[in-house]
């Protein structure tokens, strides 16, 4: 798929992933606003880049920089649906002690340095 505007050349795991996150932030999800402006904010209808699991320094690096190796090596290529219903999760501290909590969602596993999210 080819995308217009800001957003040409972009791979479309990139695009998948800004639709999720502006979704996420916003309750909309419109490729036009990236088509016009690929750091588009939530507050303009796009997604805060320091409110997601990745963090500010990531999609810096991946939108203004284009550093979409980036991207694959973190994520491994795969863009995944984050389910919306609450999970009970827990920390195992050991010795028989374990932190449990509700996360709105998400199951979160580090890989790389980068949370993963997916449903148990």
């Not at 999720?20 to 606003?33: A, H, K, L, P």
Request: net charge negative; charged share 35%.
């Amino acid at each position: 798929m080819e995308f217009k505007g800001e957003l040409e050349g972009f791979p479309k795991e990139v695009v998948e992933r800004m639709l999720f996150w502006q979704e996420n932030q916003t309750g909309e999800r419109d490729i036009s606003v990236f088509e016009e402006g690929v750091s588009t904010h939530s507050c303009r209808g796009g997604f805060n880049w320091e409110d997601t699991i990745e963090g500010y320094e990531f999609w810096e690096d991946v939108i203004c920089n284009k550093n979409f190796g980036r991207f694959y090596e973190i994520t491994g290529g795969e863009v995944k649906e984050i389910t919306k219903e609450p999970m009970r999760c827990y920390i195992d501290l050991g010795g028989g002690n374990k932190v449990e909590f509700l996360i709105d969602g998400l199951d979160i596993n580090f890989d790389k340095g980068f949370i993963r999210i997916k449903a148990k």
